[in-house]
């Protein structure tokens, strides 16, 4: 087994406390002969950790096929490193779906210890793939995401083709030394496929701790801001929140509702801006059996005071006409945050909360919790909206 170490040349600039302490995690990528642990092997782990204060890549190459336990047991050495004062974190692309699964079957084959049932895993393929079209990707390729980054690779090969790379070099590697293949030519050529190979596995794990931030989406869509202030002017109800992870790109949706923005210049900060009605809506009652709906007054009201008005004059109310219409400044909203919901017309979205009454002040104020809600609301439009809402949408 060749075990191949090269420094990283820059410092990642990610906060990792937000994962764990920096010791305990572990970036890695396997290269293997096939897609299926049954009939291939791991011929290639690497592995970026940090290393008495320096990050540092670190593979394990197998020179044949006898090589692939003792491969296994030198990564899981260095998670039982790594796992002395607390859990070890395992950050990969695509890690969950295959690397750690194909590595658990290789491990059961040669009844190693499996040290992969008590780690974090953080899969950045997992992280990315939902808010593949809000971040603009045509694919969530490791290589198409790096280049949101501005990562652009020397190594020119994909897995599956460097398999065929390994297969030549391990028949290189076996050639006799009295034939006449064995040559300088030759173990020339080894070394470069040795080169090839390495370069590849390297190059999918050194750039990795540089993409951390595709987590920002994630993140912010799992409730990760605080929000910074609130205030209501012009008609506009203006709401900023700090991101605990930067986006790698910075984003600007618009609609007839909201305006959502997250710029390069300052990646933490969003800004929603939520457009609000002022007029006349409508409150729907849902007990409609029990209401008279009046054409004249175009209102429902309820039989206790409905039974002294002329029955020429009202009707029973159906669910569609059992409302009471009433004027002021409103929100738009898809989800009941603020109570009670009104409507421009039955059922038809958005719903509105209503400015003065419960919740929302007239000046924006409200208690965090309630605005938090509001916002995870107006996110899920933004990231169901966005791959259908193009035009609409600009990448900074």
């Known amino acids: 087994m060749i075990v191949n170490e090269i420094p990283l040349s820059r410092e990642p600039e990610f906060d990792f406390d937000i994962l764990a302490p920096k010791e305990r995690i572990i970036f890695f990528d396997i290269e293997t002969t096939g897609l299926s642990s049954a009939n291939a092997s791991v011929y290639l782990i690497g592995a970026v950790m940090l290393v008495d204060g320096r990050w540092m890549l670190r593979q394990f190459f197998a020179e044949s096929f006898a090589d692939e336990p003792v491969l296994l047991e030198s990564f899981f050495k260095l998670i039982r490193e790594r796992r002395k004062n607390g859990r070890a974190v395992l950050i990969s692309y695509n890690g969950d779906g295959f690397d750690i699964p194909f590595i658990k079957k290789c491990a059961a084959q040669y009844c190693i210890a499996n040290e992969l049932t008590d780690v974090l895993s953080v899969d950045l393929f997992r992280k ?30 994909n897995g599956g083709e460097l398999i065929y790379v390994y297969e030549e070099y391990l028949r290189l590697s076996g050639l006799d030394e ?93 800004n929603i801006a939520v457009t609000l009605f002022d007029g006349e809506l409508k409150y729907f009652y849902a007990d409609h059996k029990n209401y008279y709906y009046l054409p004249a ?15 020429k004059a009202r009707r029973q109310a159906t669910a569609k006409n059992c409302y009471r219409r009433v004027s002021g400044l409103f929100v ?46 107006v996110l899920k439009e933004l990231n169901a909206g966005s791959s259908r809402c193009t035009a609409k949408r600009a990448v900074y």
């Not at 969530?140 to 020119?156: A, H, M, P």
């Not at 007054?297 to 206790?304: G, L, N, Q, R, Y």
């Not at 919740?359 to 605005?371: A, S």
Request: net charge negative; glycine share 8%.
């Open 297 to 311: 007054e175009d209102c429902a009201v309820h039989k206790s005071v409905g039974e002294f008005v002329d029955k």
């Open 178 to 270: 009295n034939s006449c293949e064995y040559n300088r030519n030759n173990l020339l050529l080894k070394d470069e496929l040795l080169r090839t190979l390495l370069l590849h596995n390297a190059e999918d794990i050194m750039d990795m701790p540089f993409i951390m931030n595709v987590m920002g989406y994630d993140s912010l869509f799992s409730g990760g801001f605080s929000v910074e202030n609130s205030i209501i002017e012009n008609g506009v109800w203006d709401i900023r929140a700090r991101l605990d992870i930067p986006l790698p790109k910075g984003i600007y949706f618009e609609d007839q509702n909201y305006t959502i923005s997250i710029s390069e210049e300052e990646p933490l900060l969003m």
């Open 332 to 377: 738009p909203e898809n989800e009941a945050v603020f109570a009670p919901a009104f409507y421009s017309d039955y059922k038809k979205l958005p719903m509105y909360g209503q400015v003065g009454e419960k919740g929302l002040k007239p000046d924006g104020g409200c208690d965090r919790d309630t605005i938090r809600r509001y916002v995870m609301s």
């Open 128 to 157: 990315i793939k939902p808010y593949k079209a809000l971040a603009g990707l045509t694919d969530c390729r490791l290589k198409t995401v790096e280049k949101l980054f501005g990562i652009f690779r020397e190594d020119k090969y």
